[in-house]
């Protein structure tokens, strides 16, 4: 199949920002924005559809292609619906939702098969690439929302940033998110703007509150609060505490932590116990694991439930396998799986997920699980120097893909059963290249963990060749 990337080329238009054309829409692209063709050069514009036509309105020119927006719908597709969110074209995380569901459950599967027609790793285009398993109810999924606090007109807001921007939209309601998050974080809002919380200001650098994260368990309905913060102090803390413990009782775990100055990391190193327990715990499946402020878990609680089913599927351990559990996190994977093998060992950089991976594996009466704090690129050749013996892998990276030096590692283990789930399917593409010279690809599946957006988690089964 073709791709747009095959087509882009430096042509020559005589064109400004401002210019309107007439535009037919060709395809969606990897970020979930409309792509056409004007004299040849590539166009990126938002909210479009493929077999829509449109006045399109340039926003930026450059050598290779044109960025646009739509001024006049002149053709609707018919796979165009009504958007629940008002600011859907203003903030990132609803890029696809003026398209139908089962349209978007398509897409993703289309867009696993564009991304290997553009790394064209070995047998591509011979993959079993299945259907994409997505929701019966695409909606209130996210169990967490990690707002910037700003002030816009005089008032407290949370919200999301404008893409390309530090432009704030401040997000009242939002429909991806689950209903607890929201509650919490709009009565939070309510609170810091009638005690006077000083808020962060970009510009000045000066302020206190930057950003709330607001977590819920969806097993328990336990909710945990981060507030990260300019600096160390935070002024009426108490008042503010007393508060929260008045009006949001499902709020037991409350932390902060600090991240000063100006840096594009919305988290600091120094996290801080405020009030309530210091992580908040989660049920997935018979197992139950602990979440730290830092601790990463899939954003939806229903498909993680189906991810990790699929996952287990494609390795089908046994109990006398070695099973590797690469960028572990809290375990969630490995511990899922600690039953069916012989022994878990597996890694992750932040030192908090891996306490809470060792925690989760002692608080569900599992001893024969282990995790390290480093990455998976240093600790694999000393575990393989040590003599471990490497009989099943699972990988599961994040967007940036594998290290290079992994997956010379991974080769070097040469693991019988062996997966890799992936959040981006570019650099999956992109290290089947490399993997594909030791192993073939049996099957992909796609699971649609975050609906209304262009990303999609992807289960590949390897088998040795």
Known sequence: MKTYNDRTKSNAV?????????????????????????????????????????????????????RAKIHTMRRESQHR?????????????????????????KFKRDLVMQSLEKFKPRGYNKYQIRATLGMENPYEYRNKAQF????????????LFKPGSHDLVDLEECSVQMPATMKVMRALVQMIEDLEIPVYDEEANSGIIKTIAVRVANETGNVQVTFITNSPKLPKKRDLLARMAEELPEVTSVMQNI??????????????????????????GDLQFRLSARAFLQLNPQQTDVLYAETKHALRVNKH????????????????LATKVK??????????????????????????????????????????????????????????GLDEKLMEQILLADPEKFVYV?????????????????????????VDMMPQTPKCEVVVKLVRN
């Open 148 to 159: 910037q606090i700003r002030i816009i007109d005089g008032h407290v807001a949370a919200g």
């Open 343 to 400: 022994q878990v060992v597996g890694m992750e950089v932040i030192e908090d997920a891996v306490k809470d991976a060792n925690f989760n594996a002692a608080l569900n009466g599992i001893d024969n699980a282990q995790y390290e704090v480093g990455t998976a690129e240093e600790i694999m050749p000393q575990w393989l120097q040590q003599g471990l013996q490497v009989d099943a892998m699972v990988v599961d990276p994040p967007r940036a």
């Open 14 to 66: 005589n064109m400004e920002v401002g210019t309107r054309f007439p535009l037919t829409i060709k395809q969606i692209g990897i970020n979930g924005e409309g792509i056409g063709y004007y004299k040849h050069k590539i166009v990126f514009i938002p909210n479009a559809l493929p077999e829509e036509l449109v006045t399109a309105e340039a926003t930026e020119v450059t050598d290779r292609y044109i």
């Open 81 to 105: 619906v009504p958007t629940r969110d008002s600011y859907a074209e203003e903030v990132g995380g609803f890029e696809l939702e003026h398209l139908s569901y089962p349209q978007q459950l």
């Open 422 to 446: 992936s959040c981006n399917p570019s650099t999956l593409a992109r290290d089947l290249v490399t993997l594909t010279e030791r192993y073939n690809v049996e099957y992909m599946q796609p």
């Open 321 to 336: 396998d070695t099973l590797v559990d690469a960028y572990a996190g809290i375990g969630t994977i490995g511990l899922s």
């Open 259 to 284: 991240n000063k100055g100006k840096g594009p990391l919305i988290w600091g190193d120094e996290t801080v116990h405020l009030a309530g327990s210091t992580a908040i715990t989660e049920k997935i």
